[in-house]
């Protein structure tokens, strides 16, 4: 399915709704979903630490047994795929990858590369856990968020799910003590309208000052 040149960003971000009923014929190639990956990745995060990873599962028996674990949600079965999305609490391991890939594209010289790597590996191993895990939350908020229109710009349909069992996803799929599942995120063709929701009214929650 091709994104529609003509559509603007607002009319993407109005027309993003959680959907929860998907057309169970409808595939969605590892090549569409990479590329909505690649999109989503380049969302902010502290320090550019990118602290996520993502477990992709289109195998539609292993979306079955996910289902169980996901608290019965017909979406986790029928969508094209669901992504998982993890949290890295030890985004520091990423330090001089992340740096050094910078100097290397010509985006900082040498001295602000070292610079960047001496400072954040006196801060980020020593915050505690707690502090690390809010951080990595906290991105991992912002890349699902830009995961979800960047597939809506494809004309795709997504819906978030916080409800699933995170120790058991952990042991089906073997996570690493490093990483925390955050969220569970279906992706694929609608095969029903959305509910559409109302929002408080700006004039009830923002104040200029």
């Known amino acids: 399915m091709s994104t529609t040149t003509a559509q603007t960003f607002s009319e993407i971000i109005r027309e993003r709704h959680s959907v929860r009923k998907y057309d169970l014929t409808f595939k969605i190639s590892r090549d569409e979903i990479e590329d909505i990956l690649n999109d989503a990745i380049l969302a902010p995060s502290s320090s550019n630490l990118q602290p996520w990873r993502f477990i992709v599962i289109d ?107 995170k120790q058991k996803f952990t042991e089906k799929f073997q996570v690493s003590d490093r990483y925390m599942p955050m969220l569970l995120l279906a992706l694929g063709k609608a095969a029903a309208p959305a509910h559409k929701t109302t929002r408080i009214p700006l004039k009830d929650i923002v104040d200029f000052i």
Request: hydrophobic share 35%; no cysteine; charged share 25%.
């Open 59 to 165: 195998d539609q028996e292993t979306k079955k047994e996910l289902r169980l674990i996901a608290n019965n949600q017909e979406q986790v079965e029928t969508s094209s795929a669901v992504i998982a999305v993890l949290g890295d609490k030890e985004m520091y391991r990423n330090i001089e990858k992340v740096y050094r890939s910078n100097y290397e594209a010509g985006y900082m010289d040498e001295a602000t590369m070292q610079l960047m790597i001496e400072n954040s590996n006196r801060l980020y191993p020593n915050v505690p856990e707690e502090i690390r895990k809010s951080i990595a939350a906290f991105d991992t908020g912002l890349v699902s968020m830009q995961l979800m229109l960047a597939a809506k710009a494809k004309g795709y349909d997504t819906v978030p799910m916080g409800g699933f069992d």
